[in-house]
């Protein structure tokens, strides 16, 4: 098997998991929701600038999601001493960093779907230049996907994990929702060559925390 | 156990001590005030070394970090320099960010700007506020060790990014709102002669300030394989005397 077998695999199990005990789409996705709604009540009196402000609320959104579904990518290995048994499985821990991170990606999007529905009916928001607008969702996700898979090993089996989590992962993200959110600003106000920069740096951001990801998921699963 | 020989420190301590006495002496009243933002452009020569040492001080928390990962240079040295580096290092950013705003207020009017370098050393404080919440959590060293030394490498390795994104957020949107020319003109001899004395002062008690928690570092480790060595020893004869009890837990909290 190679390497993109091997994290096929691990998302496939993952998502498998998802998909029975359907924790990302009854609790994650809902959650989702709710924080949209939530931000409509604490901007009603600027409820016109919600639809300006919309792009940020929304990633800000999917950050809270990406640290749901890291959580629960991480605490559905600490059962049955699941976590012995993929340093077992024999297979490249890089491969096990790629399926895992790929399988948080994947609920992302879902969500992000999800999300971008909401912030169409609820903030009145038009998606225009669609180009950039998927291409830059795609990197921030992947980015998101990928730091968070790093923290969530390094925080895996800890006590404290949940409340590490965000204190370690959402400062080093703040790039991405940076990025994200201005490259959305720029897509959807139709000014589509501004948010090129953008994507290159979400993509940068992505690349290289996948690649340190599959560097270094294997010594941090050996010590979690 | 210690970084320096203990004479050293207690010498590198009376310089630090004697250039910061000196640094308030030329700060305050030698050093000329400034045409523009008179007394308040004082707070420069604390402001600017501070914001100085905290980088070095998270270069210093990196590379330990690498060497520790690295095979060949492995040491417990590295792990504590990291770690006593970098809660200097965060001590400093909150200097520099709590000296920079006292500064703002005067001379910007406001508290707090959404300036690329004022954002880039928030986000850098927190990056590294993490950093010493993963080194709180009680592990076996080495575990310790290993996590939090990735952790503050790809802290590092975020800063370029942020600092990159912050930037272009900034320049795409307000140009120049608050740092006016005038903050850039050129430099009164004096005042260079102060900054650079500051900078001095400032890395020498950055030296002396890192041997000591260093040190800390290595005895708060020590006590601990004491304490726990204590505890089996008594667990041990605790069994000898009564019925060892049926069921032990045994490993370490998770």
């Known amino acids: 098997m190679n390497l993109l077998q091997e994290a096929a695999l691990v998302a496939g199990k993952d998502l498998r998991i998802e998909a029975r005990s359907r924790v990302t789409a009854q609790q994650i996705l809902p959650f989702g929701l709710v924080v949209l709604l939530l931000f409509a009540f604490a901007l009603d009196p600027h409820r016109g600038d919600l639809t300006n402000v919309a792009p940020g609320l929304f990633w800000v959104t999917v950050l809270f999601g990406t640290l749901l579904a890291v959580g629960r990518a991480f605490s559905i290995e600490a059962e049955n001493g699941a976590r012995d048994g993929l340093r077992l499985s024999g297979l490249d821990s890089a491969a096990l960093f790629l399926g895992k991170a790929g399988a948080v990606a994947v609920e992302l999007a879902a969500l992000e779907a999800l999300l971008a529905v909401g912030v169409v009916i609820l903030f009145n928001v038009g998606l225009g230049g669609v180009a950039p607008l998927v291409l830059a969702t795609v990197a921030a996700t992947v980015g998101l996907a990928a730091t968070g898979t790093l923290y969530g090993v390094l925080a895996a089996g800890l006590r404290v994990r949940e409340t590490l989590l965000p204190v370690l992962l959402l400062p080093v993200v703040a790039p991405v929702l940076l990025g994200a959110t201005k490259a959305w600003e720029a897509s959807i106000s139709g000014a589509s060559g501004d948010a090129w920069p953008w994507v290159t740096l979400l993509g940068i951001f992505a690349v290289l925390f996948t690649g340190i990801g599959m560097l270094a998921f294997g010594p941090l699963l050996e010590e979690s | ?254």
């Open chain 2, 1 to 254: 156990m210690t970084l320096l020989n203990p004479r050293i420190s207690r010498v590198l301590g009376l310089a630090a001590l004697a250039s910061l006495v000196a640094l308030a002496v030329f700060g305050l009243f030698i050093a000329p005030p400034d045409a523009v933002q008179s007394d308040a452009q004082r707070l420069m020569y604390l402001h600017v070394p501070s914001a100085w040492i905290a980088y070095l001080a998270f270069g210093v928390t990196a590379l330990s970090s690498a060497l520790y990962l690295w095979r060949r240079t492995r040491s417990p040295v590295w792990d504590r320099l990291a770690g006593a580096s970098a809660e200097l290092g965060v001590l400093f950013t909150a200097m520099t960010l709590l000296m920079g705003s006292l500064w703002g207020r005067p001379v910007w009017g406001v508290w707090w700007a959404w300036d690329a370098r004022l954002v880039t050393t928030a986000v850098l404080f927190f990056l590294y506020v993490g950093y010493l919440a993963l080194r709180r959590v009680p592990a076996p060293l080495e575990t310790r060790a290993k996590r939090c030394a990735i952790a503050a490498l790809v802290a590092f390795v975020d800063v370029p990014i942020v600092h990159f994104s912050v930037d272009w957020w900034q320049t795409l949107h307000q140009q120049a709102t608050v740092f006016t020319p005038s903050l850039n003109a050129h430099i009164h001899g004096v005042m260079a002669f102060t900054l650079w004395l500051g900078v001095l002062a400032f890395t020498l008690l950055y030296v002396y300030l890192l041997d000591k928690r260093y040190r800390l570092e290595a005895l708060e480790e020590d006590l601990e394989s004491k304490e726990l060595a204590k505890a089996i020893e008594e667990r041990v004869q605790g069994a000898g005397t009564t019925a060892p009890p049926e069921h032990v837990e045994v490993g370490v909290g998770r």
